[in-house]
């Protein structure tokens, strides 16, 4: 894990790699969970009998929701601020989800500081470049540029 000592550290990290995070598997319980909270139950996602007859690899895929909602967890395993009272999401910019993620898979997420720049009161609004990697997969399941908000 990488620490940053403030903004200023921060800010001259900008167009570097940050880090590579630990693989998390995806597995068919996760997948209808979050089906579940998110009522998006389609059957390429959920229905495991008709995925293994009708799709290729014949397993269900994870939503690419899903995949980026775990963005906030990858950032935090590579990296930390200090001095800070709290960050919000600011947005994402740039998403595209490029692979499927089939069930079993495995998932890390590459993490690098796009843009950095003072917002006031006391803030710091940060680019950071994600690419959430397959484990053994020619692309990436997606890549995104997510900015969040950090106060000191």
Same mark, same amino acid.
């Given at each position: 894990m990488r620490i940053f000592n403030g903004f200023?550290?921060?800010? @001259?990290? #900008?167009? $570097?790699?940050v880090g590579v995070s630990d693989w998390i598997e995806i597995t068919q319980e996760r997948i209808n969970k979050f089906a579940d909270a998110t009522c998006? /139950?389609?059957?390429?996602? #959920?229905d495991q009998e008709r @995925? =293994? +007859?009708? %799709? &290729?690899? !014949?397993? $269900?895929? +994870?939503? !690419?929701?899903?995949?980026?909602? %775990?963005? &906030? %967890?990858f950032i935090r395993e590579v990296m930390g601020l200090k001095g800070l009272k709290n $960050?919000?999401?600011? !947005? +994402?910019? =740039?998403? =595209?989800?490029?692979? &499927?993620v089939p069930s079993g898979s495995r998932l890390r997420g590459r993490v690098g500081i796009a843009e950095a720049e003072e917002v006031p009161p006391n803030g710091?609004? #940060?680019?950071?470049?994600? #690419?959430? /990697?397959?484990?053994?997969?020619?692309r990436p399941a997606c890549v995104? /540029?997510?900015?969040?908000?950090?106060y000191r």
């Open positions: 200023d550290e921060l800010k @001259a990290a #900008v167009g $570097t790699e998006d /139950e389609q059957w390429i996602h #959920v @995925a =293994r +007859a009708e %799709m &290729p690899g !014949g397993k $269900t895929i +994870a939503h !690419g929701l899903l995949s980026l909602s %775990m963005a &906030p %967890m $960050t919000l999401n600011y !947005g +994402a910019d =740039r998403i =595209r989800y490029l692979a &499927p710091l609004r #940060v680019s950071y470049r994600l #690419v959430i /990697e397959i484990d053994g997969g020619q995104a /540029e997510l900015i969040a908000l950090h």
